[in-house]
């Protein structure tokens, strides 16, 4: 038996991937549930039926990789599921995000998520998984979305060529593509200078729908999962329509 290690499992998506973990039947005896919010990871021990530790880290600080990595060969511990699911995003243009939110975007989607799947690619064993909560922003370059949508261009990059690398090991790598998700993501994107500069939420997806299907696809090893029939189709769109229609149309749907 091994242990899942679940990052941004405080809120939202993340918690939701630790209630349904259990139903998935994959090998894991305890989760380590990973976010700054330490009172919300306890509460999650009873939702679930899967012995839970509450790992309380800052994950855009290099010292919480590093204590991670530590606990890792501490513990001895093999890991059979990791899901980075730990990210946030800010609405608005250049000017309406301060510099360190545009950097901490980077910090925790991009920097974080290489540096914790770093540490615990040593401590899998064949058939174990990935999970990177990525976006159908990655298809796409998004104005008043930039750096965000940036950054899960990056998350779905970098798991697509380490699901390759990682094919000999037997060891696969899902990026997980929702579209809104009715979550507190919302909360942190409209702290900005512009609350207002995204508004329209189409086809807005639930917490329960996403999980459940990022932990099938996890489980079919996967390498790309698009979740929903009109983000299939986005994604399609994107592929074929010049970028500048695509962001002005994009552009259009916010006025
Ligand atoms: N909601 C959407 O519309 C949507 C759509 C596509 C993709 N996503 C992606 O889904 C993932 C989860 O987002 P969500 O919608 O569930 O939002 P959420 O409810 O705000 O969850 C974000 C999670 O990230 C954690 N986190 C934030 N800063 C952190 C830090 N410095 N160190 C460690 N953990 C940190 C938060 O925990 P603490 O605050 O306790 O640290 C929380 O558990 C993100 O990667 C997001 O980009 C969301």
Redesign the pocket.
């Known amino acids: 038996m091994s242990i899942a290690i679940i990052?941004?499992?405080?809120?939202?998506?993340?918690?939701e991937f630790v209630k349904q973990l259990k139903n998935y039947a994959f090998d894991v005896d305890e989760i380590w549930a990973?976010?700054?919010?330490e009172k919300?990871?306890e509460e999650l021990k009873s939702k679930t039926d899967i012995p839970l530790r509450a790992v309380a880290?800052?994950?855009?600080k290099t010292e919480?990789i590093n204590a991670l990595e530590e606990m890792l060969k501490n513990e001895g511990k093999e890991v059979g599921v990791l899901i980075?699911?730990?990210?946030?995003?800010k609405f608005g243009n250049y000017e309406d995000i301060e510099n360190a939110e545009a950097l901490?975007m980077i910090?925790?989607?991009c920097r974080?998520l290489v540096g914790v799947t770093n540490v615990v690619i040593p401590f899998m064993k064949r058939d174990s998984k990935i999970l990177q909560?990525?976006?159908?922003?990655s298809f796409q370059p998004l104005p008043l979305m930039a750096v965000?949508a940036a950054s899960?261009v990056f998350v779905l990059n970098y798991s697509r060529a380490l699901s390759v690398e990682l094919k000999p090991r037997g060891i696969t790598v899902t990026a997980l593509?929702?579209?809104?998700?009715?979550?507190?993501?919302?909360?942190?994107a409209t702290k900005t200078k512009n609350p207002k500069a995204v508004t329209k939420?189409t086809f807005?997806?639930t917490?329960e729908r996403v999980a459940t299907q990022g932990l099938k696809a996890m489980k079919k090893g996967r390498m790309v999962s698009i979740i929903g029939g009109q983000n299939k189709i986005l994604y399609v769109l994107n592929k074929i329509l010049p970028v500048k229609i695509v962001m002005n149309t994009w552009l259009k749907t916010q006025k």
């Open positions: 990052t941004g499992a405080s809120s939202g998506i993340g918690s990973v976010a700054r919010r919300l990871l880290l800052d994950l855009t919480s980075n699911c730990a990210g946030y995003g901490g910090d925790l989607n974080a909560v990525c976006s159908i922003s965000y899960k593509c929702p579209g809104w998700v009715d979550t507190p993501f919302f909360a942190t939420y807005m997806q917490t």
